[in-house]
T-cell receptor
């Protein structure tokens, strides 16, 4: 079964620290990778997309992709209490057209 | 630009009833996907429509069905509701196979 796995958490970091979220996927044919943020009781919000190996930066967020090792990560620099949420890794695997989601990592940023 | 709109936001139904949920995608997006989110199973793919055609279907029973109209609006229907169908139902729209944006979801409670 093709899967997307995330560290289960919960993850707690102090305000101002770097939060590191990791995700691995099983299908080597995967081409598109996404990170979503979901606040409690809300719907997922797209925060990063990455399609090629390397780093992609957007403000305080950096997505990293390593297709050879089949992992994708999200770094949040200068973490803020407002970053406290569940972060979902999603992958479009092979020729599929749907997103396959990991189970999410709950992040808490402590003031 | 308006986002993805789902109606209704909340529903309470009785076992055995049926329900229809609606989704209006972002203008210009022709792909609409539906997902079910529960605490135990996470986000699971239901089906995806593109230009009024179902292109992909997840592993859900036939009680779950959907359709897409010529204006890209989509509906999903669940017949003979079961208690286990209680969930947050999310619709996502995308342009091609790129980034997917979610609506606010419909919270369905089956009693």
């Amino acid at each position: 079964q093709k899967e997307v796995e995330q560290n289960s958490g919960p993850l707690s970091v102090p305000e101002g620290a770097i939060a590191s979220l990791n995700c691995t996927y099983s299908d080597r044919g995967s081409q598109s990778f996404f990170w979503y943020r979901q606040y409690s009781g809300k719907s997922p919000e797209l925060i990063m997309s990455i399609y090629s190996n390397g780093d992609k930066e957007d403000g305080r967020f950096t997505a990293q992709l390593n297709k050879a090792s089949q992992y994708v990560s999200l770094l949040i620099r200068d973490s803020q209490p407002s970053d406290s949420a569940t972060y979902l890794c999603a992958v479009i695997q092979g020729s599929a057209r749907q997103l396959t989601f990991g189970s999410g990592t709950q992040l808490t940023v402590l003031p | 630009k308006a986002g993805v709109t789902q109606t209704p936001r909340y529903l309470i139904k009785t076992r055995g009833q049926q329900v229809t949920l609606s989704c209006s995608p972002i203008s210009g997006h022709r792909s609409v996907s539906w997902y079910q989110q529960t605490p135990g199973q996470g986000l699971q793919f239901l089906f995806e429509y593109f230009s009024e055609t179902q292109r992909n279907k997840g592993n859900f029973p036939g009680r779950f069905s959907g359709r897409q109209f010529s204006n890209s609006r989509s509906e999903m229907n669940v017949s003979t509701l079961e208690l286990g169908d209680s969930a947050l139902y999310l619709c996502a729209s995308s342009f091609g196979q790129g980034e997917a944006f979610f609506g606010q979801g419909t919270r369905l409670t089956v009693v």
